[in-house]
């Protein structure tokens, strides 16, 4: 496994490769972010994992200040990786003037709330792809929105990249896999858990037929009791609010939970 830092020394490992599947992470490590490596290295692809913490998609300073930060740790987790891109803030920001930004998906929903959140994701990704020229690309459902995002960027800019949408790993207690659950007290997992369980019981409602989007925000609200910045549901294409569900309906949440702020989502539809 080969660990580089520089666009040019990344750059040169690339080249050894016709395919390349690629993962891009912010680190902290956890099987969610395994299963992505897993599932480019069972096509039989060469793996490269970026893991950088982007400053741009961060609104909060002090968010980005405490995301947790342990390369060492990172990298004895990485089973038959090739090329790990772990740069510098500055090898990939420098003095920046460009901004890619994907109209419309991003204001929406998390974006309501994280202004300026998607630009970053999507400036960053660009310029990753660009680099690295991936054939194949790995993002999790874990973040909704990001990988309905990437894909739309993808096809505006017609990056030859082809994305791939994995599933979301969860705890045994279905709370979601999450760099920022690091920073959960055993007490706060427990309690964060009740996210996963409201999506499932209105998940269950909307199995046994319940199609009225505002009774399953209820069902929703009585399962999970920590504070919800918002609960919605929305056509997974269009990413719209549907108000009676159709049949790619998806729900999705973010919850502060111990001053964190975690988010889950879940298909209404089987
Ligand atoms: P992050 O390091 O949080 O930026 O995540 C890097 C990639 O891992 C993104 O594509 C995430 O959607 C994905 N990911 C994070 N958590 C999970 C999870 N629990 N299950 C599946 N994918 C995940």
């Given at each position: 496994m080969k660990i580089t830092t520089t666009v040019e020394q990344v750059r040169r490992e690339r080249s050894r490769f016709s395919n390349l599947g690629f993962v891009p992470t912010m680190g902290a490590l956890h099987s969610g972010h395994l299963s992505l490596i897993d599932l480019a290295k069972s096509r039989g692809l060469p793996v490269c994992v970026s893991i950088f913490v982007n400053p741009?998609?961060?609104?909060e300073k002090s968010d980005f200040d405490k995301y947790p930060r342990d390369l060492e740790r990172d990298i004895s987790k990485l089973?038959?990786?090739?090329v790990v891109f772990a740069p510098e803030p500055s090898e990939l920001l420098g003095h920046r003037l460009t901004t890619v930004s994907v109209a419309d998906i991003s204001t929406k929903l998390e974006g309501k709330f994280r202004p300026g959140h998607f630009d970053g994701v999507a400036t960053i990704v660009s310029t990753l792809f660009n680099i690295i020229e991936p054939t194949d690309a790995w993002f999790g459902e874990k973040d909704f929105q990001q990988v309905v995002l990437i894909e739309q960027m993808v096809k505006d800019l017609k990056f030859k990249t082809t994305i791939h949408r994995a599933p979301i790993i969860r705890e045994e207690s279905g709370l979601a896999l999450s760099s920022?659950?690091?920073?959960?007290?055993e007490r706060g997992k427990q309690d964060a858990a009740s996210i996963s369980q409201g999506l499932f019981a209105m998940r269950d409602a909307a199995l046994n037929g319940e199609r009225q989007v505002e009774r399953l925000k209820n069902v929703f609200n009585e399962r999970c009791f920590l504070k919800t910045e918002y609960i919605e549901v929305v056509d997974?294409?269009?990413?719209e609010p549907v108000t009676v569900l159709n049949e790619r309906s998806r729900a999705l949440a973010a919850v502060w939970c111990e001053e964190v702020r975690l988010i889950d989502n879940v298909a209404l539809y089987a």
């Open positions: 741009l998609q961060f609104n089973k038959g990786v090739d920022r659950n690091e920073r959960l007290t997974e294409l269009s990413l």
